[in-house]
């Protein structure tokens, strides 16, 4: 009897994982999805099929999505995650190694190369850790498993085997991180589509083993968000007592001017123009709550990365970056 318990209690543990592991094949809204992508794109429905049968449903990646770090951490734990005696050194030698590719793409798009340097290093570790999730298995499993986001992901899948079929590549073979991001820069498949750049002028664009084409992607993303050269990205507030808390925290995009948060109580600890548009933000650091005045590039980086948190961790770095080369040159 004990031994019958047992092997059904396996085998219910084996069906469990198979359940967890399954393709999307039989989904509803996998097939329409590939109706969609036949009608609309022109995709052979059988070869579809094969690949939704393929695209494994991974229990690993909904458990991921529900816990951003940036959401848990207040900001003096979050910035312990990325601002590392290891990711300044690491930065310091990426910026070595791909120096040529680095000053063209500031050239070119005028975004510094310690802010590429620096988000490549958050969001990868500067190519060392590009995602172990096959692309394939975390679009179709946030698409099809993930209601609250199910349109965006869904979006994403179909830009991703548009993406393939361009580049002549293998769907199935494509990895990347649990929510489906991509490359050295961690390019979610619209994004690679629209903003990723053959910047070595190979006639490919490969953000997974070409650096040259990552560190141009990078920028040219940034570049096309507004990056303003030689612009600042933060500076240090230093609130009056009667300063106007409400407007704290209010928007990501800089929806008010430097003068205005003046009158608000905010004055700039360093010299910006009045009319420079920006917002106000707070950190908590150990020692209490840091306010600070975000100006456009501190926005630009929130559309990388819509946090904060995320935008200001990668400004930190790369100042620490600069710094243990001895400067920019």
Not at 124 to 136: D, E, F, I, K, S
Not at 242 to 271: C, H, R, Y
Request: net charge negative; with cysteine.
């Amino acid at each position: 009897m004990k031994w019958t318990t047992g092997l059904l209690a396996g085998m219910g543990m084996m069906l469990a994982a198979c359940a967890q592991e399954a393709g999307h094949g039989d989904n509803p809204d996998a097939r329409a999805f590939i109706e969609y992508m036949v009608a609309e794109h022109d995709f052979d429905r059988e070869e579809l099929q094969d690949l939704m049968d393929d695209a494994k449903r991974k229990d690993s990646i909904l458990k991921a999505i529900k816990r951003p770090a940036e959401k848990a951490k207040p900001w003096y734990e979050y910035r312990k995650l990325f601002v590392t005696p290891k990711s300044i050194s690491g930065g310091v030698d990426f910026w070595d190694r791909n120096a040529k590719a680095l000053a063209e793409a500031e050239q070119r798009y005028g975004v510094p190369a310690e802010t590429i340097v620096a988000i490549i290093g958050i969001e990868t570790r500067y190519g060392g850790n590009m995602g172990g999730y096959r692309v394939l298995d975390a679009l179709a499993t946030l698409a099809f498993n993930y209601p609250r986001r199910s349109k965006f992901f869904t979006k994403e899948l179909e830009n991703f085997l548009l993406l393939a079929r361009e580049q002549g590549m293998d769907p199935r073979e494509l990895k990347g991180s649990y929510a489906g991001a991509m490359g050295y820069g961690q390019f979610m498949p619209s994004s690679y589509r629209a903003f990723a750049v053959d910047f070595n002028n190979d006639n490919q664009v490969d953000i997974w083993r070409d650096t040259e084409d990552a560190i141009g992607s990078v920028a040219n993303y940034l570049a096309k968000h507004g990056w303003l050269p030689l612009e600042p990205v933060t500076v240090l507030a230093n609130p009056r007592p009667n300063a106007d808390m409400t407007i704290v925290n209010d928007s990501l995009e800089p929806k008010w001017t430097v003068g205005q948060l003046a009158e608000k109580g905010f004055p700039a600890t360093s010299q910006v123009e009045d009319d420079v548009a920006a917002n106000v933000f707070s950190l908590q650091t150990e020692d209490g709550k840091q306010y600070w005045i975000g100006l456009k590039n501190f926005y630009v980086i929130t559309r990388y990365n819509r946090s904060r948190l995320y935008a200001m961790a990668a400004h930190d770095l790369a100042q620490e970056i600069v710094k243990a080369r001895g400067g920019r040159s």
